[in-house]
Nanobody, 125 residues
Framework: QVQLGESGGGLVQAGGSLRLSCAAAGRGFSSYTMAWFRQAPGKEREFVSGISWSGGRTNYDDSVKGRFTISRDNAKNTVYLQMNSLKPEDTAVYYC??????????????????WGQGTQVTVSS
């Protein structure tokens, strides 16, 4: 099992940047596919980005392509989400998630058994 904890959220103006971090505790972090999801009030949780175990493959929702970048540091058991050119519609609670095998990036929440507690991102206009 792996335990996940997000940090880095906050309040930022439109056009600004934030970097989210997700630290993992437990064994085998480098074996997991990692992903970021977000959930705005009254909406379903949605896929933002995912990264394979080695970092060799990534996937992004169309709404964040070209603005967000996912990366991971397996030596630090951490996955990151660099968010640039933020928009008010990016406002949500952001969650990191983990699954095995680490070769498959699934875009639905049901595909991930391990979740962090979430971090709030608020983008003001």
């Amino acid at each position: 099992q792996v335990q996940l904890g997000e940090s880095g959220g906050g309040l930022v103006q439109a056009g600004g940047s934030l970097r989210l971090s997700c630290a993992a505790a437990g064994r085998g972090f480098s074996s997991y596919t990692m992903a970021w999801f977000r959930q705005a009030p009254g909406k379903e949780r949605e896929f933002v980005s995912g990264i394979s175990w080695s970092g060799g493959r990534t996937n992004y929702d169309d709404s964040v392509k070209g603005r967000f970048t996912i990366s991971r540091d397996n030596a630090k058991n951490t996955v990151y989400l660099q968010m640039n050119s933020l928009k008010p519609e990016d406002t949500a609670v952001y969650y990191c998630a983990a699954r095995l095998p680490g070769t498959v990036i699934v875009t639905t929440p049901s595909g991930y058994p391990y979740w962090g507690q979430g971090t709030q991102v608020t983008v003001s206009s």
